[in-house]
């Protein structure tokens, strides 16, 4: 649940909004911002005059879509207007940036005159590669994206029109063929004759649907020809028929499809429809008819819905960004019907094939080969941008409305590395984290920070909370901050039933280490104590703590309390970085001071064994001053002593050192100088010869670069356990406790 405050702050802190404009060239000295400008810029200025195509290869227009509207029709909210709108154009942006690495510029046009919309946009095609109409009430809508398909010589897409269509599209052709039944003689029945469901209906009659198979209802029952109230887009499917109400149409169709509002069909109408009844109610937020009661109706119905929480979620944004990828890399001139079921038909016959293993865990419950319940691939499968995109541009060189030519295999490759592991890793983590349902114990309860934190794990399902401190206090913190904690346990230490038996545990632990039974039960008093003893007890499965103390002390806490696990000489740590393209591991940066050859071999094999936990094969680099021997000292001979140790450790890891970053980080270096290397790709987990050089490190790519350090993660511990830095943000503790569960789960598995 996303509360009102929640997104408010989130849009408002920091800097205001969603999106910033950065340059993509070195801009800082004067003769590179003579480069930019004056006179440098004059130089493609003319290459362009001449010849128009040019702005392609010197400007950044070829990767830059105009995002629409006048906020007439805004998901949820209606007319507010363009002002009002803009929130909602930024996070398109946002949306187009991750997913297919398109800039956007948002516009926000103050007319509801189509004339005047249209000559707003078609003085600024120069500006863009492509555009984008987004919320915008029909019919005026309609009619303004069929004037500037005719006057531009840009795509011009309807995102309201097409970008569910298409992948309802794909959908029903997987549906059909689960069923065993043609699309040119299967009789569907769309509700919702609005933008959406204008859209579905000119897909389908192109996917094959036959025009007199398609009944369309809107809520005042058929269109058809007699009726006085409908639009020129409406009128397009119009039939006449005898059954006039939706009940009365759905009798015998075998593919219902909803556009409308929620509650419109029926178990009795889906009881009513042929054998093997196809179900799609794409209303949000919510659908036609439950998933649940939809499923519960038959046994032989395939449904679907647009909710992302269950399967077969005909969600938009598996569509309209790979749609403008795969247009604008080959400078289309329009976005056809035969690139929008180019799209389709990619996805669909993606559904059909083996799904990758990192998607696999991140819905471990749920059926993932293709059948009734998986008609789509999931929105985290990182080829749909691949196939999605290159199926659009090779259909668009096919129709002959590209502007360059497409090397099939050369753009497959670009479009593999164009996006990267980074920024997506999170969502992930998160999906896999919801499988798990581990139950975790804050020992600072009490807190404001963790009890956000606790509120937004709730709402994801990341984790199970557990809060320990004066259930008045944390009742009163909660419901000041509007924090709907439900059945969180909060637990009293003193209060709690479970006391003796963590005094007991507690004293077993330590009473070799000076520990007698009153000073255990006194210690164990301590919160981040008795939540040790908790995971120890198995009534948690995971620690957090910290929050509120030095690192160290609660560090030196879970040592005594947790320790390590039999074979680990010495609890590490490890950082998870995400890059903007990349995924890396830092290890150690919080715990070890000084290691030594035998510690960091055994940090590389603990921390190789967490990335492969979290679905990231790792390649070891062990860091040093040196590049593989060209420096005789102690610290390089540690170094090279630790590989050394590491494979007799763990023969099968992919490792190698001493090294310098740079030549752990670049590809064209190793080749260079050192081809004999035993890493083939850049290193993903980067194994420091000390402290300091790692946490330097990590909090120079925190708080100079673009990387976001999750961390840090224990390794090596007798029981999941994680500490905090001080005064961690609700962000970074969400972070941790997502791969803390994500980890725990899969090394326990």
């Given amino acids: 649940m996303i509360r009102r405050h929640d997104s408010l702050e989130y849009h408002a802190a920091g800097r205001p909004g969603k999106i910033e404009v950065r340059p993509a060239k070195p801009c800082v000295t004067p003769r590179e911002m003579r480069l930019a400008y004056l006179p440098g810029a004059s130089f493609p200025a003319e290459e362009i005059a001449a010849d128009p195509s040019a702005a392609f290869r010197f400007t950044s227009r070829g990767n830059l879509v105009g995002v629409v509207t006048n906020g007439t029709a805004v998901p949820g909210l209606g007319a507010v207007g363009p002002l009002a709108a803009k929130p909602m154009q930024e996070g398109m942006a946002v949306l187009f940036k991750r997913l297919a690495d398109l800039d956007v510029f948002d516009l926000e046009i103050d007319t509801t005159d189509p004339e005047k919309f249209v000559e707003t946009v078609a003085m600024l095609e120069p500006t863009f590669g492509a555009v984008n109409l987004k919320d915008i009430r029909a019919p005026e809508g309609l009619i303004i994206y069929e004037r500037l398909l005719a006057r531009l010589r840009i795509p011009v897409f309807h995102e309201n029109l097409y970008s569910t269509a298409v992948v309802a599209a794909a959908a029903l052709l997987n549906a059909l063929d689960l069923t065993d039944k043609r699309i040119d003689g299967a009789r569907v029945v769309l509700c919702g004759a609005g933008t959406v469901g204008t859209g579905c209906a000119r897909l389908f009659v192109k996917l094959g649907v036959r025009p007199e198979n398609l009944l369309v209802y809107d809520r005042d029952g058929l269109l058809h020809s007699d009726r006085t109230d409908l639009h020129a887009y409406q009128r397009e499917f119009a039939r006449p028929h005898p059954s006039a109400s939706l009940g009365e149409g759905l009798r015998g169709a075998d593919v219902f499809v909803g556009a409308s509002a929620a509650g419109v069909l029926t178990p009795e109408m889906v009881r009513s429809m042929a054998r093997f009844p196809i179900v799609f109610a794409l209303a949000t937020p919510e659908p036609e008819i439950d998933y649940g009661v939809a499923r519960a109706c038959r046994k032989d119905v395939i449904v679907a819905t647009g909710l992302g929480q269950y399967p077969n979620a005909i969600l938009d944004l598996l569509s309209v960004p790979y749609v403008f990828r795969g247009a604008l890399d080959v400078q ?29 865990r991140a819905y471990a419950d749920e059926t993932m080969a293709f059948g009734p319940s998986y008609l789509l691939p999931k929105p985290i499968d990182p080829r749909i941008l691949v196939r999605e995109s290159a199926a659009v541009a090779e259909q668009a060189v096919r129709e002959e409305v590209a502007g360059r030519p497409l090397e099939a295999a050369a753009y497959h490759e670009i479009l593999t590395t164009r996006i990267g592991t980074g920024r997506e890793t999170m969502r992930g983590l998160i999906l896999r984290a919801r499988q798990a349902k581990l139950r975790v114990v804050f020992s600072e309860g009490t807190s404001e920070a963790i009890l956000r934190a606790c509120g937004i794990l709730l709402d994801e399902g990341i984790a199970s909370p557990v809060l320990l401190g004066r259930e008045r206090e944390i009742r009163e913190k909660a419901d000041r901050l509007s924090l709907d904690l439900g059945g ?133 680099a062990m860091l040093s001053f040196s590049n593989f021997g060209s420096v005789d000292h102690p610290h390089t001979r540690k170094v090279r002593r630790a590989v050394a140790l590491a494979r007799e450790m763990a023969p099968d890891l992919r490792i190698d050192g001493e090294m310098q970053l740079a030549a752990a980080r670049d590809g064209a270096l190793r080749r260079t100088c050192f081809p004999f ?39 090596g511990t007798a029981l999941p356990a994680h500490v905090l830095q001080y005064e961690a943000t609700v962000e970074q503790v969400v972070n941790l406790t997502t791969v803390g569960v994500v980890e725990a789960a899969a090394l326990r598995a």
């Avoid at 004293?507 to 039974?517: P, T």
Wanted: glycine residues 6%; proline residues 6%; charged residues 25%.
């Fill in 332 to 360: 289309a001139t329009s976005i056809t019907e035969g690139m929008l079921l180019a799209a389709a038909r990619a996805l669909a016959d993606l559904a059909r094939e083996e799904v990758p293993e990192e998607v696999v």
């Fill in 488 to 620: 969180v346990p909060i637990v009293e230490p003193e209060r709690s039933p479970r006391f003796g038996a963590c005094v007991e545990a507690y004293f077993e632990l330590r009473k070799r280490r000076g520990v007698m039974r009153d000073a255990a039960a006194r210690l164990v008093t301590r919160p981040d104590i008795f939540a040790a003893m908790m995971v120890r007890c198995g009534d948690a499965d995971m620690l957090i703590a910290g929050y509120a103390s030095h690192y160290v002390e609660t560090l030196r806490t879970m040592l005594q309390a947790i320790g390590p696990a039999p074979g680990v000489r010495k609890v590490s740590s490890h950082y998870l970085v995400l890059l903007p393209r990349d995924v890396v591991f830092l290890a150690d940066c919080a715990v070890q001071v000084d290691p030594d050859a035998t510690d960091l071999a055994e940090i590389a094999v603990l921390a190789a064994r967490t990335s492969r936990a979290l679905g990231v094969e790792p390649r070891v």
């Fill in 677 to 715: 290397a035993d890493i083939d790709r850049d290193a993903n987990v980067l194994v420091f010869p000390d402290l300091q050089s790692g946490n330097l490190t990590m909090h120079s790519l925190q708080y100079m670069g673009e990387a976001i350090p999750i961390g840090p993660v224990l390794m």
